[in-house]
């Protein structure tokens, strides 16, 4: 368990890892040149430097130290120590070195340096062969070199390539699968609301109706009812609408393209007797500048605000446009009475939204009668990043 947890925390510092690795390659080089590996290849004029091999070595370390965040950086100063130590023979660690910034180049770079990497190998493939094939005098001296070089990139590039392939299944796997689980979540959750919601809804609807019905049969019946009603009808409506909209987006498919947010008057959403008292810059106008996602965005944050004023507060409800930087600020009293006690539900939820265009919304209690809400916007935006 320990050993399992270590690993993980490894994984989760990729420098820490590097340095044990690094540690891990010095301490084997240097038992290696203890026990002679070094000289490997032995031509005739090669310098005798021995201290040259655990100089190459003790740089080789060094840089294994980035060798999964910098792999090509590492990779290009690690072939300039290598070419170094090839020209006093070579050592064993600065070999294995070399071929594991070989590894690390094709597990951890980039798609654009791999391609850059590959064409360079090839290159030099290609110069390697002309060599060999103009040049024949050099053939039995240095083939046999290259060949043995050719296997350890080959060797190293190939184990890289497959962690890398297998790494990139993986994750493609898991994506499907956390799709497929996401997507039955939506379809059971559109399910649910289906069944549950959308039946409320209908009763509500029939119930209006009903009392409709009864209050046309009541002479005199006062016309703040009727309109009352009237109001009541077109919420269960556009709530039913809303409702079959989010079903809708729930069983769809990721790649559809959002759908544009119908702009529902906000004077609409307050009850009889309550007014929507607007001040300041026209709020349109204000919206104008933003794209019309953020613009659909920005007017769903001000109609839960607008709704949460009328089910929580009392009296009329201010909304409030600054310009320059553009600012709205929706202010209503605070109930005194027995009101539907907020959860913060619709408040968290419209400040994730609104984060999402680059805005962010206040709210809060500015005394004891007051609540205020405030919207700030950023600036024009191309679109959702």
């Not at 509500?204 to 009603?229: C, F």
Request: glycine share 10%.
């Amino acid at each position: 368990m320990r050993i399992r947890v270590l690993w993980e925390g490894l994984r989760r510092a990729p420098r820490t890892r590097d340095a044990l690795a690094a540690a891990a390659y010095l301490a084997l080089g240097l038992a290696l040149l203890q026990l002679g590996a070094a000289r490997l290849w032995i031509f005739p004029g090669l310098p005798r430097f021995d201290l040259g091999f655990l100089l190459a070595l003790l740089a080789m370390a060094a840089l294994a130290t980035q060798r999964s965040s910098r792999p090509f950086l590492v990779l290009l100063a690690g072939a300039v120590v290598t070419v170094g130590d090839a020209l006093i023979g070579s050592s064993v660690g600065v070999v294995v070195l070399f071929g594991d910034f070989v590894y690390c180049a094709f597990r951890y770079g980039s798609d654009r340096g791999l391609r850059i990497f590959g064409g360079v190998l090839a290159a030099v493939a290609v110069a390697g062969a002309a060599a060999f094939v103009f040049r024949p005098t050099t053939r039995e001296e240095f083939a046999g070199l290259a060949l043995q070089w050719a296997f350890v990139i080959i060797l190293s590039a190939s184990w890289g390539w497959n962690v890398r392939s297998e790494r990139v299944y993986t994750r493609a796997v898991l994506a499907a699968e956390h799709r497929g689980q996401t997507q039955r979540l939506r379809e059971r959750i559109a399910h649910e609301l289906h069944d549950r919601v959308a039946n409320h809804i209908a009763v509500a609807g029939l119930n209006i109706e009903a009392a409709r019905l009864r209050l046309d049969g009541v002479p005199g019946a006062p016309r703040e009812i009727e309109r009352s009603l009237d109001e009541a009808s077109r919420g269960t409506d556009g709530a039913h609408e809303q409702l079959r909209q989010l079903i809708a987006v729930l069983t769809s498919v990721d790649e559809l393209a959002e759908q544009p947010v119908e702009a529902v008057p906000l004077e609409s959403l307050l009850p009889v007797g309550r007014r929507l008292v607007r001040t300041g810059a026209d709020l349109d106008a204000a919206l104008a500048p933003l794209d019309p996602v953020a613009r659909g965005v920005v007017r769903r944050v001000l109609q839960e605000l607008v709704a949460n004023a009328a089910k929580h507060g009392a009296g009329d409800v201010s909304v409030d446009v600054a310009a320059d930087p553009t600012v709205i600020r929706v202010e209503n009293a605070i109930a005194s009475g027995a009101r539907a006690p907020g959860s913060g539900i619709g408040i968290a939820g419209a400040a994730a939204l609104i984060d999402e265009v680059g805005a962010r919304i206040e709210s809060n209690a500015v005394d004891a009668q007051l609540w205020r809400a405030q919207v700030a916007l950023a600036g024009p935006r191309e679109g959702r990043a």
